[in-house]
């Protein structure tokens, strides 16, 4: 774990009244709630998106998993959470762009691999998902991403290609329904219906 001076503050309050400390987070301060109100007021692309609204990390994530349905034809409810759960940490400490990470090297990710530790478990999920689980979620991850890349960040899709691989197939109706940007309010609601369902299964 990371020092920290006596008098230095590491810990972020959440509208449910919990403290959830960077350094040392404990599933016990982790609420599906805040996590749903923070990622719905993310942006996606530092905000560089078209739209009325922000294209929020919330969106992104049901996006991703819409895309894991039709790449796996089903999921249960293990990867549905840990599909709902995969960008989670961002609720605390923002979606830093790939290219910043590169830039500041692997404090960020020491951070944002604790916290998703700590939701994993709090949520009913080990702290590190098994490999095959994450090569399906990075998969889905990349499919989301060039469609963002290309519908909504201004990217052509040669270059989306090259960064995030082949065009994935999606209904054009479920791509106006995804990648319009949802208002802040829609987008948590959305999330949270998302999790209440997989949390009854």
Do not use: C
């Amino acid at each position: 774990m990371a020092k920290r001076a006596a008098h230095s503050r590491a810990w972020q309050r959440m509208l449910s009244g919990r403290r959830l400390d960077l350094l040392d987070p404990s599933p016990l301060d982790v609420e599906i709630a805040d996590i749903a109100h923070g990622l719905a007021r993310v942006a996606r692309w530092n905000g560089q998106t078209e739209g009325d609204h922000i294209f929020s990390v919330a969106q992104h994530t049901l996006l991703v998993e819409l895309m894991a349905k039709r790449q796996t034809g089903g999921l249960d409810r293990r990867l549905g959470l840990a599909l709902l759960l995969h960008d989670a940490p961002e609720y605390v400490i923002g979606d830093m762009i790939t290219p910043f990470k590169a830039v500041i090297g692997d404090a960020y990710k020491v951070v944002e691999k604790r916290l998703l530790a700590a939701i994993h478990l709090r949520f009913g999920l080990p702290p590190e998902l098994p490999k095959d689980l994450e090569k399906l979620i990075k998969a889905a991850d990349r499919a989301a991403a060039y469609l963002e890349a290309t519908k909504l960040a201004g990217f052509a899709p040669a270059e989306a290609k090259k960064f995030f691989g082949e065009p994935p197939d999606l209904p054009a109706a479920t791509v106006r329904e995804y990648l319009t940007p949802w208002p802040a309010g829609t987008a948590e609601a959305r999330y949270l219906a998302r999790f209440e369902t997989l949390a009854a299964e």
